[in-house]
C-alpha cells in the first residue's frame, strides 16, 4: 500500500513493514496504533493525528503528486520499481569508471552473491522421461535472406490440422533456447551458456516448455527443453485443444496447432538479477 512515492507499507511474514525506497531503509511496524493511522493516511492523504504528524515533519510522508518523469507505467507498482532502481542508477551515475569499479568490486568482497540456483537439467529428470532431439540443421538457414525473414514474419491464428517434423522442431528449439553459441572454449558464462537471445545477468530465467500435439516421432506431452544437452524432458501428458484454449483464456484459434512454446519465468533465477542490482 501506498503511502507517497517513494514510501509503501508491506506485509512479509504477516508482520507489516514500511519501505522507504529512496532512503534504501525499512522498518518493521510494531506499533498497532501507528499502523492504523498509517493506513488512514493511505485512504486519505488529509488525515492527520499524532502518529503521522512526525513523519509529515520529517518528510518520510508527502503530499505532493509523484514526479511525472517517475510516473511513466500507469501502474504504481512499476513506477515504484522503477523509481528504485533510478535512485540506484543516480547514486553511481557520477562515479568515474575505476570508482564505480571499486563500488562493485568492494561490494562482492564484503556480501559475496549467494550462490546461483541451479538450471533445471536432465539429471532431474528420470531417464525414461528424456527424449534426445536429433541435431539441429542450421544449413537451410544459410539459403534464407534476412530480409526474406522479416517479410515473412506475422502472426498465424489458423491452422489446418497440422503436423511438424521432428528435426524442425529441433531445429527451432536449438535456434531459440539452445546452446548455440556453446564452444569448448567458451567458458564466460559458465554454469551457465549463451543462447541466441540476450539474458539479464546471463541469468536466462525464461525457460522453454513445449506441448507437443502433433510432432511426428514424439509423443504428445508437456515437455521442459533442456538446451544445454538438447533434450525434452517428459513433464507429463498433453491437455486437449479445448483446455489449451482455456488456458488461453478462451483463445480457441490455437486449435490444430501441432505444438506450442511456453516461456515460463523462473522466478528465483529472475530476483538473482534483482540482487545483481543491489550490489551496486
Ligand atoms: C507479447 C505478445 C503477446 C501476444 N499475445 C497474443 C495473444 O494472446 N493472442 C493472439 O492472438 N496474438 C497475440 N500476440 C500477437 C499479436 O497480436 C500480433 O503480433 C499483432 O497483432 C501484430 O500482428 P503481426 O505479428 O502479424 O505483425 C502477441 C504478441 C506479443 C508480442
Request: charged fraction near 20%; charge should be negative; hydrophobic fraction near 40%.
Amino acid at each position: 500500500m501506498f503511502l507517497s512515492e517513494d514510501v509503501v507499507i508491506y506485509f512479509r511474514g504477516g508482520v507489516p513493514h514500511l519501505l522507504h525506497v529512496s532512503n534504501k531503509m525499512e522498518y518493521e511496524i510494531t506499533d498497532v496504533a501507528l499502523l492504523e493511522s498509517l493506513l488512514q493516511y493511505a485512504k486519505d492523504p488529509l488525515w492527520r493525528d499524532e502518529h503521522c504528524e512526525p513523519l509529515l515533519e520529517a518528510g518520510v510522508l508527502h503530499d505532493k503528486e509523484p514526479d511525472s518523469a517517475l510516473k511513466c507505467f500507469d501502474n504504481p507498482l512499476t513506477d515504484f520499481f522503477h523509481q528504485a532502481n533510478q535512485d540506484l542508477l543516480l547514486a553511481i551515475s557520477n562515479l568515474s569508471k575505476k570508482e564505480f569499479a571499486q563500488v562493485y568490486l568492494d561490494k562482492q568482497a564484503s556480501e559475496p552473491l549467494p550462490p546461483l540456483p541451479p538450471l533445471l537439467s536432465m539429471q532431474d529428470f528420470t531417464p525414461d522421461t528424456i527424449f534426445h532431439l536429433p541435431s539441429p540443421e542450421l544449413g537451410q538457414l544459410d539459403t534464407v535472406s534476412f530480409l526474406h525473414v522479416l517479410r515473412s514474419r506475422h502472426a498465424v491464428r489458423e491452422f489446418t490440422p497440422h503436423s511438424t517434423s521432428l528435426q524442425d522442431l529441433s531445429s527451432l528449439l536449438f535456434c531459440v533456447f539452445g546452446g548455440f553459441h556453446r564452444t569448448e572454449d567458451e567458458q564466460e558464462c559458465a554454469p551457465f551458456f549463451r543462447r541466441t537471445s540476450a539474458s539479464a545477468g546471463a541469468l536466462q530465467c525464461v525457460q522453454a516448455y513445449i506441448v507437443a500435439f502433433s510432432v511426428q516421432d514424439l509423443e504428445a506431452g508437456v515437455y521442459y527443453y533442456d538446451g544445454l544437452n538438447h533434450v525434452l524432458c517428459k513433464q507429463g501428458i498433453a491437455p486437449s485443444h479445448t483446455e489449451l484454449a482455456k488456458m488461453l483464456s478462451g483463445q480457441f484459434f490455437a486449435e490444430n496447432c501441432s505444438f506450442g512454446i511456453f516461456l515460463v519465468v523462473d522466478v528465483q533465477r529472475f530476483f538473482m538479477e534483482i540482487h545483481h542490482c543491489e550490489e551496486l
